[in-house]
């Protein structure tokens, strides 16, 4: 049966989308963007500030969902501009530092707000 995750921690959704979905033991993530629920809007700076609280938002979402980034299985990253591809992977080494999950990451033309980066995830509920 598919559930609908709400993270109370995670910024509202920008349309008509959920945090993400549960099916079985699977956690499916929207694309998390950086925008801080807190100050409200984009974080400003770089793309490694971004990536940080896009990253801090999957979180969010995989906890509300019953897993964490240790259960991770997969991630799509999508970058604004490629050239920021050595940043954002020196935040995301930060993130997974072991055990890495399997990832794909695009460069794409644009993202939604402007953003440059935007981070999903497929994960498993944590056992009990």
Not at 19 to 38: A, E, N, R
Not at 73 to 100: G, P, R, S
């Amino acid at each position: 049966m598919k559930n609908v995750i709400n993270a109370e921690n995670a910024p509202s959704a920008i349309g008509p989308y959920s945090h993400g979905t549960t099916y079985g033991d699977l956690i499916f993530t929207s694309g998390q963007l950086p925008v801080c629920k807190v100050k409200g809007g984009v974080v400003e700076g770089g793309v490694a500030e971004q990536s940080k609280q896009s990253l801090e938002n999957l979180n969010h979402v995989l906890l509300a969902g019953g897993g964490s980034l240790d259960t991770v299985l997969k991630t799509t990253c999508y970058l604004a501009d490629i050239n920021d591809f050595a940043a954002f992977n020196e935040v995301y080494k930060a993130y997974f530092k072991t055990d890495c999950p399997a990832r794909s990451c695009f460069a794409v033309k644009d993202l939604p707000l402007g953003v440059k980066v935007e981070i999903e995830a497929i994960a498993h509920i944590k056992s009990k």
